[in-house]
């Protein structure tokens, strides 16, 4: 599940050196970037920093405030791109999208106001730009692109490292169940997978142009599980016709 | 991923797509790479719906993560109907 | 309702049940053509290595070429002809009709207004991740 932007201030050497990796579990560090600044939000750039891409994760810590830093998986970095329309945005810089929480759960609250707000709340932060100071103090495109492509392109190879992360089974094939037996033994198996059966004799499917008179009626296995926890859009499939309409 | 949308997406390179996130951003532009997780890299991109999304108006390089990727909209003569179809079996049987 | 979407179960010929996997958040409607094509398949009447039901999947290869009704998250639903899929429901589907459901509260009267957005497509890819449900066409209703 996507976290999205987050606050990093683990940094080694009493709090004034590099961000401190999760080394043990394969951390590494691929590229640092000094005089970058980023911009949170809707937000004006912070005073500029060092930029640390690792295989796992972008990090951005400030100069000035050792108390400063951000930091974002790749896993929650929806898209990133070179953005260099002075229309678009004022100073050339790598544009990121950030998958938050509040995306899977709900889409109403507006960044606005949290982006506003004196207290920032990250986890409602849904894009960022990274800024090199190098940027605008040079006119020629020449010189200049090779900072932003180049972060561009690790944050590329660093995102391709980081796909999804592969669900228990998937690569196995897929699991079918040929019978209840199976099911319960899955169940038994299970972890944090419930697993609810209910015969629900109203929900007969192809009766209705009497060709033949296959039984129709639909056993139906519910999976509670978060991972397909799209409650409120599913509320609205009592309100149309064409499939199942299911009981607890 | 499965090879049958990799590979068919590796044909598509050079084409121009347009590419719907989940999140209603659609973003139109000359597909540069693909690879097995779907992560798609455009160029040359421009946002379809500008209101929405002003300051994404354009961007040369792009990298969208597959995962946050609801639609790919092809063009009509990138689709090779039978060539789809076979593959699709193949890989029904294979699989 | 406190459906969180999870696979159905569906009774085949032989009246085993056949259950989508527990990744691929998949029902499937069995129509009454499917049915009959199934019951070919077993009885013979259609010999075809094709016609075989062995898993719900198949019961989609069944309807490659022909339009289906594909419901997806975000109160999105498509109708086009099926093209491509593989096992995670990713799918190429070409003359597509795409119909998004909104559902906004009126500030006054805080009724439910319902909006219905519909769109055509020459060839769309979908990504199988927000799949919820296919269906062979409807032909019924």
């Known amino acids: ?45 912070e005073s500029p920093g060092t930029l640390y891409i ?10 000035l405030d050792r108390e400063k830093g951000y930091a974002v998986g790749f896993l929650s970095l929806s898209l990133h791109a070179v953005s260099r329309d002075p229309e678009a945005y004022p100073s050339p810089c790598i544009y990121t999208q950030i998958e ?75 699991n079918w169940i040929f019978s209840a037996d199976q099911l319960e033994d899955e169940a038994g198996a299970g972890d944090d997978v419930e697993w609810h059966f ?16 296959l039984a129709s009626s639909v056993l139906e296995l519910q999976i509670n599980d978060q991972r397909f926890d799209d409650a409120e859009e599913m509320e609205q499939d009592t309100d149309t016709g064409h499939h199942h309409q299911s009981q607890q | 991923m499965t090879y049958l949308f990799f590979s068919y997406f590796k ?11 989940k999140n209603d951003l659609a973003i139109r532009g000359t597909l540069h790479s693909v690879d097995q997780y779907l992560n798609i890299k455009l160029e040359n991109t421009r946002v379809v719906d500008q209101d929405k999304y002003p300051h994404m ?8 993560r597959g995962s946050v990727v609801r639609y790919v909209q092809l063009p009509p003569d990138g689709v090779d109907i039978e060539l789809l179809h076979d593959a699709t079996r193949r890989e029904a049987r294979g699989g | 309702m406190t459906v969180k979407s999870g696979a ?18 998949l029902k499937i409607l069995l ?63 070409g003359d597509v009709e795409e119909i998004v459901t909104t559902v906004e509260i009126d500030d006054e009267t805080y009724e439910e207004i319902v909006r219905t957005t519909r769109r055509t497509v020459p060839f769309l890819f979908v990504r199988g991740d927000g799949v919820i449900l296919v269906s062979p066409p409807l032909r019924t209703a």
């Not at chain 1, 043990?24 to 937000?43: K, T």
């Not at chain 1, 209910?198 to 009497?210: R, V």
């Not at chain 2, 044909?11 to 121009?16: K, P, T, Y």
């Open chain 1, 1 to 45: 599940m996507a976290v999205g932007l987050r606050h990093f201030t683990a940094r080694a050497g009493n709090g004034v050196g590099e961000p401190i990796l999760d080394t043990d579990n394969g951390e590494e560090l691929v590229h640092v970037q000094p005089s970058v600044s980023v911009a949170v939000g809707n937000r004006v750039p």
């Open chain 1, 54 to 63: 690792t295989n796992r994760q972008v990090i951005w810590l400030s100069e």
């Open chain 1, 100 to 174: 938050t929480e509040a995306d899977e759960v709900e889409d109403e609250s507006e960044d606005s106001d949290s982006e506003c707000s004196e207290v920032l709340d990250l986890s409602k932060i849904r894009e960022m730009r990274f800024i090199p100071s190098d940027a605008n103090q040079c006119v020629y495109d020449s010189v200049f692109p090779s900072t932003m492509d180049t972060l561009f392109q690790v944050f590329c190879e660093c995102a391709e490292l980081n796909p999804e992360p592969i669900e228990e089974g998937e690569e196995e094939g897929h």
């Open chain 1, 198 to 213: 209910s015969q629900n004799p109203t929900n007969t499917i192809g009766h209705s142009n009497g060709h033949h008179d």
């Open chain 2, 11 to 21: 044909d598509l390179v050079g084409r121009e797509v347009t590419v719907e996130l």
């Open chain 2, 57 to 64: 108006l354009s961007v040369r390089n792009c990298f969208i």
């Open chain 3, 8 to 25: 159905r179960v569906l009774p085949d010929v032989f009246g085993r049940f056949l259950t989508l996997s527990r990744i691929v958040a």
């Open chain 3, 31 to 93: 129509k009454p053509l499917v049915y009959s094509l199934c019951t070919k398949g077993r009885t013979g009447m259609a010999t075809e290595e094709d016609s075989a039901v062995k898993e719900p999947l198949d019961l989609i290869r069944l309807s490659l070429d022909e339009r289906i009704y594909v419901k997806l998250r975000s109160d999105r639903e498509l109708r086009g002809k099926l093209h491509a899929y593989d096992q995670h429901l990713n799918m190429i589907l």
